[in-house]
């Protein structure tokens, strides 16, 4: 992970969006990004006659999908494109999250390994409603990479 902060040290305030690239594919920009974390598992064991705590080890280390939603955009068929090069085989793959700031000024910068897309979504259309027209991308990985 890349951080940069603020000028002042303090976070930038205001929407942020989130540029996403897989290897070299730019799939353009996002208004939103959910699931970027991680768990270790813990094992819980009791040790007998130790009535004052219980053991807690770690297992292994569990990782979100992660969610970015958009506005339908010209940048909607570039995630098509990316899903066609991979349609005779799935293929583990690398990607980098950058958060940016209402100016354009990147916050900080997340790398994954292990990517493969799970889940893309198109908009509704609706005459019955004004809402925009979203599109919805997820991704599975393997965790991050250091920056």
């Given at each position: 992970?890349?951080?940069?902060?603020?000028?002042?040290?303090?976070?930038?305030?205001?929407?942020?969006?989130?540029?996403?690239?897989?290897?070299?594919?730019?799939l353009g920009s996002f208004v939103s990004c959910s699931g970027l974390s991680?768990?270790?598992?813990?094992?819980?064991?009791?040790?007998?006659?130790?009535?004052?705590?219980?053991?807690?080890?770690?297992?292994?280390?569990?990782?979100?999908?992660?969610?970015?939603?958009?506005?339908?955009?010209?940048?909607?068929?570039?995630?098509?494109?990316w899903f066609a090069g991979m349609a005779s085989q799935v293929q583990r793959t690398t990607a980098e999250i950058t958060a940016l700031a209402p100016?354009?000024?990147?916050?900080?910068?997340?790398?994954?390994?292990?990517?493969?897309?799970?889940?893309?979504?198109?908009?509704?259309?609706?005459?019955?409603?004004?809402?925009?027209?979203?599109?919805?991308?997820?991704?599975?990985?393997?965790?991050?990479?250091?920056?």
């Open positions: 992970m890349v951080a940069t902060a603020a000028p002042d040290g303090l976070a930038p305030t205001g929407a942020m969006y989130f540029k996403v690239k897989i290897d070299d594919c730019d991680f768990e270790v598992k813990i094992e819980q064991r009791e040790e007998g006659g130790n009535q004052g705590f219980v053991h807690q080890l770690p297992g292994g280390i569990k990782y979100a999908n992660v969610k970015f939603t958009r506005p339908l955009n010209a940048d909607s068929a570039k995630i098509a494109q100016n354009g000024a990147e916050v900080t910068t997340w790398r994954l390994t292990g990517v493969i897309p799970v889940r893309w979504s198109g908009p509704e259309f609706s005459v019955e409603s004004a809402k925009a027209a979203l599109e919805t991308f997820e991704i599975a990985h393997h965790g991050f990479l250091p920056g």
